[in-house]
């Protein structure tokens, strides 16, 4: 069988896609491009509206040029409009978030010569995907109230992989050859909460600091009450094992709209916790997440958020233009922003962004960071995040040394 994956949204749909893509090469199927494949799974995200209006012109696109593949479509569109997706061209089946543990054994039967359910085998290495980390999934679902958000929906309820699955997935991705772990959840944060014997996400982390192995770890998203002195103290005194880097939702720097948003905290608690971060990981790149135009929001609220973010320590933002998801208490609130005035907010929050990128290039030039090679071995990832050129003669996969040169160098 010839398969592709197409991948939208975060870390949580890349480590799906990921389990596939080795489940379907294990059992002898080739990766191939969508316009050569017999079956194309498209993973998809609904966290905006132009998630979803991204993942239907792909797969327009993909009918368009191979009228003869299967396209399976799966992740958070596919379960929130299902009959919507279903109606698309070329699509053969639709599989809910909820029927994922199942999408590889369909897959397998997709297309005429399909393997069945047979094993898998040990997990490719790196480069599937055009991947070098290997993205490890904890946890999915979400139990918190966030009004603007759809994935509770879609997603269901934190569930919890128990801490000896996690760790058998990790000794078999090292085993495999990867060298760096993307560890990610829907609420990263949560895990463990749910398990007959529950643990903190601290418990995990101290699982995977002691897990034998050449590997690092790099911690995805965390809620900002996630992020407690002791899931902060094991990037601080395990340099080793894992990244100097951290990404932290902010959503928005004005009480009043945090609260709108059912954000469980204040624009000054997050200030002092990415503050106590600097201090104590002065190297670690700190992204954040923040939504421009929720409604009701003032110019007055658009202005404290972009000074509150260009006096921070962050090191790049996401910003996510704000659109309505059905069925969420946002999308009920009144007082829309207009679609030209969230634009202008969001590309002034972007140019912040950049400054904020250049000021962190700027107080780590010169500095040598610990990174791995990727692609074909002649750039390399930092531990904080930089992308940096490193001279040939190295292959993918390689941890080397690297001097973070200046914007001029």
Request: a neutral charge; glycine letters at 10%; hydrophobic letters at 40%.
């Amino acid at each position: 069988m010839r398969y592709a994956v197409v991948t939208f949204g975060c870390r949580v749909n890349q480590a799906d896609s990921l389990a596939v893509e080795a489940g379907l090469t294990g059992g002898g199927a080739a990766a191939v491009s969508p316009e050569h494949a017999d079956v194309v799974l498209v993973n998809t995200c609904s966290v905006t509206a132009s998630a979803d209006q991204g993942a239907r012109q792909t797969i327009r696109r993909i009918h368009r040029e191979n009228p003869a593949a299967r396209i399976v479509v799966t992740g958070c569109y596919a379960s929130r409009c299902g009959a919507e997706v279903e109606a698309l061209p070329g699509v053969a089946e639709v599989v809910p978030n909820d029927a994922k543990p199942r999408l590889l054994a369909m897959l397998r039967r997709e297309a005429p010569g399909g393997e069945g359910d047979g094993p898998c085998g040990r997990l490719p290495g790196p480069g599937l995907m055009g991947r070098t980390a290997w993205t490890l999934r904890a946890q999915t679902g979400c139990d918190e109230p966030c009004s603007y958000c759809i994935i509770p929906t879609t997603r269901g309820t934190s569930r919890s992989r128990p801490l000896p699955d996690v760790i058998d997935e990790l000794a078999r991705t090292v085993d495999a050859g990867y060298k760096e772990v993307a560890l990610t959840g829907v609420h990263l944060g949560g895990w463990g909460r749910d398990l007959p014997e529950p643990g903190r996400l601290g418990d995990l982390l101290a699982a995977l600091a002691a897990a034998p192995g050449d590997f690092r770890v790099r911690v995805s998203s965390l809620e900002p009450m996630d992020c407690t002195p002791d899931v902060l103290g094991w990037l601080v005194d395990r340099p080793d094992r894992f990244a100097a880097h951290l990404h932290l939702p902010l959503q928005h720097a004005s009480d009043r709209v945090l609260a709108a948003m059912r954000r469980p905290y204040t624009a000054a608690t997050y200030a002092g916790l990415v503050a106590g971060i600097r201090e104590r990981l002065p190297h670690a790149a700190i992204g954040s997440d923040v939504i421009v135009g929720f409604p009701g929001e003032t110019d007055d609220d658009a202005d404290v958020l972009a000074r509150f973010l260009e006096a921070s320590p962050l090191t790049h933002l996401h910003v996510f233009p704000y659109s309505d998801r059905p069925g969420t208490a946002a999308s009920a609130l009144p007082d829309k922003v207009h679609g030209a005035m969230v634009k202008a907010r969001a590309q002034r929050l972007r140019a912040v962004s950049r400054t904020l990128g250049d000021r962190f290039r700027a107080s780590q030039a010169g500095s040598t960071r610990p990174a791995l090679t990727i692609d074909d071995g002649t750039t390399a990832v930092t531990d904080n995040y930089f992308k940096v050129p490193v001279p040939g003669g190295h292959a993918r996969n390689e941890w080397v040394s690297v001097t973070i040169p200046s914007a001029d160098d």
